[in-house]
């Protein structure tokens, strides 16, 4: 089992910035893929970025796209939020998803092939 813990949520100004950050207790991230996912006040689940194991091939849905900006290192992985709206607010959850040889290059955008959740941060951003 994976352990994944994200840090750096917070509140913010609209127009400001957050960094969160996605570590796994006892290990590396080799191997996964990732992805950061948000959830508000009564609202689904929903993509906000993903990043593949290898080549840094990224995704980004268009309520996000040019603002935010995932990355990855070895140990950790990386949500870059700028310009943040109101409608940002949600707890951000980071997943990691086990990939194989031939999808190392892969981005996962389907949730059910994610295999490790954490906890969860609260973003919230005031007007």
């Known amino acids: 089992q994976v352990q994944l813990v994200e840090t750096g949520g917070g509140l913010v100004q609209a127009g400001g910035s957050l960094r969160l950050s996605c570590a796994a207790s006892g290990r590396t991230l080799g191997g996964y893929a990732m992805g950061w996912f948000r959830q508000g006040p009564g609202k689904e689940r929903d993509i906000v970025a993903a990043i593949s194991w290898r080549d840094s091939n990224t995704y980004y849905p268009d309520s996000v796209n040019g603002r935010f900006t995932i990355s990855r290192d070895n140990a950790k992985v990386y949500l870059q939020m700028n310009s943040l709206k109101p409608e940002d607010t949600a707890v951000y959850y980071c997943?990691?998803?086990?990939?194989?040889?031939?999808?190392?290059?892969?981005?996962?955008?389907?949730?059910?092939?994610?295999?490790?959740w954490g906890q969860g941060t609260q973003v919230t951003v005031s007007s």
């Open positions: 997943a990691a998803a086990a990939v194989k040889y031939t999808t190392y290059a892969s981005v996962v955008y389907v949730p059910d092939e994610y295999d490790y």
